[in-house]
């Protein structure tokens, strides 16, 4: 089965980039019907799509955060990764990444859902 | 934006008893891209039900979902241990996805 696993360093300056990768294992990251996405949640409050990618390169990015957000996709290493330039206190948060189920049931209805999931990295913004 | 409004906020109940949480959205939402999700301390997040009624891979029948436009329900029939946790809805039919803000089920 698919498994999704995030990787990177945990605390980040202010101001600074914040980098993580997502590495899938069990499927390829090329499957034609699924999108990989980024999802965050800040210490106790609630989650937040930040964007997804497709194997080609096609990105969708939730615009409170496409001023700072790159997702790129590397499919030789079967990953994908998030960027967020210039962070803040604000963007602590544990970061997840997921499939996203893309497609078109037999009755014509589309799709989709967000499964499976990394466990989540904690990401600090702290100086 | 849709924003989803999920109550109770938090919801305290006895093993064995019926659990229904509901998601309110801010305009009308294609059934077919709700949601629901499980979610518990230091564990991936569990997709419980998809197209706003279907039970993902896996998925226990006593979890159900219903409802269309604005209103959506997540109903657990008979709470076990296990289903202790936090509840979130998502649409995924509208840019930016959207998450309701969580429903706690605590032991009572």
């Known amino acids: 089965q698919v498994q999704l696993q995030e990787s990177g360093p945990g605390l980040v300056k202010p101001s600074e980039t914040l980098s993580l990768t997502c590495t899938v294992s069990?499927?390829?990251?090329?499957?034609?019907?699924?999108?990989w996405g980024w999802i965050r949640q800040p210490p106790g409050k609630g989650l937040e799509w930040i964007g997804t990618?497709?194997?080609?390169?096609?990105?969708y990015y939730n615009p409170s955060l496409t001023s700072r957000v790159y997702i790129s996709v590397d499919t030789s290493k079967n990953q994908f990764s998030l960027e967020l330039s210039s962070v803040t206190a604000a963007d602590t948060a544990v970061y997840y990444c997921?499939?996203?189920?893309?497609?078109?049931?037999?009755?014509?209805?589309?799709?989709?859902?967000?499964?499976?999931w990394g466990r989540g990295t904690l990401v600090t913004v702290s100086s | 934006e849709i924003v989803l409004t999920q109550s109770p906020g938090t919801l305290s109940l006895s093993p064995g008893e019926r659990a229904t949480l509901s998601c309110r959205a801010s305009q009308s939402v294609i059934s077919s891209y709700l949601g629901w999700y499980q979610l518990k301390p230091g564990q991936a997040p569990r997709l419980l039900i998809y197209g706003a009624s279907s039970r993902a891979t896996g998925i226990p029948d006593r979890f159900s979902g219903s409802g269309s436009g604005t209103d959506f329900t997540l109903t657990i029939s008979r709470l076990e241990p296990e289903d202790f946790a936090v509840y979130y809805c998502q649409q995924y039919g509208s840019s930016p996805y959207t998450f309701g803000q969580g429903t706690k089920l605590e032991i009572k």
């Open positions: 997921a499939r996203v189920a893309d497609y078109y049931e037999s009755s014509g209805h589309g799709v989709r859902y967000f499964d499976p």
């Open positions: 990618t497709y194997y080609s390169g096609t990105t």
């Open positions: 069990g499927g390829s990251i090329s499957s034609s019907n699924y999108y």
